[in-house]
């Protein structure tokens, strides 16, 4: 391949990887041409790219990035998933299609240049909780000493505004109120 044709092939993946730098590296060999086709328009609707990589034009291609350390896991055909709101939510998508399609191989993913080797580097990945769900969970324990405060202010409170409440309709219906 000419030295133009390669130049032109890396300007393409740095283009159409983008702002990304988290990505999931699989392989597609070995899957019929249906399959791949079901696979790729499946991660699609999830807003999730497949790209086929040249593994040693990809490592050019992003030498000192955070998508660097994905070159030490390409070998043989391989491809790139990306997309989707983070690379957690890929790796879920791509988990979940292993079930239907079990000859996907899973090669490594990269978190914020954090390299996920192999499969089970994948599959620990999918677990992660993404952005949104981490923001969540730091605000849910963030408020929740202060509800603790609020129901243990408000509780006393609560309770004696019963009793004014009872105290008032007592003396509505004319009763007398017995002395403590």
Do not use: C
């Not at 249906?34 to 497949?50: F, M, Q, Y």
């Not at 954090?114 to 969970?137: H, Q």
């Not at 509800?147 to 309709?169: D, H, M, Q, T, Y």
């Amino acid at each position: 391949m000419s030295k133009p044709v390669k130049e032109m092939m890396i300007r393409e993946y740095r283009d159409l990887l983008g702002d990304n730098e988290n990505a999931i590296a699989i392989g597609l060999r070995g899957i019929e041409s249906n399959d791949t086709n079901a696979i790729r328009s499946g991660l699609a609707k999830k807003e999730i790219r497949v790209t086929i990589v040249r593994n040693k034009l990809f490592g050019q291609a992003f030498a000192d990035t955070n998508l660097e350390p994905l070159s030490s896991v390409l070998r043989g055909s391989s491809a790139l998933a990306y997309g989707a709101e983070s690379v957690v939510d890929v790796a879920r998508e791509i988990v979940a299609m292993l079930k239907k399609f079990p000859d996907i191989e899973l090669k490594g993913a990269v978190l914020d240049g954090m390299l996920f080797e192999g499969d089970a580097g994948v599959k620990a990945l999918s677990k992660f909780p993404t952005r949104e769900e981490a923001i969540a969970k730091d605000v849910t324990l963030i408020l929740s000493p202060g509800r603790k405060l609020v129901g243990a202010v408000k509780g006393p409170g609560s309770n004696l505004a019963g009793i004014i409440k009872a105290i008032e309709e007592k003396l509505e219906k004319g009763e007398a109120i017995a002395k403590a």
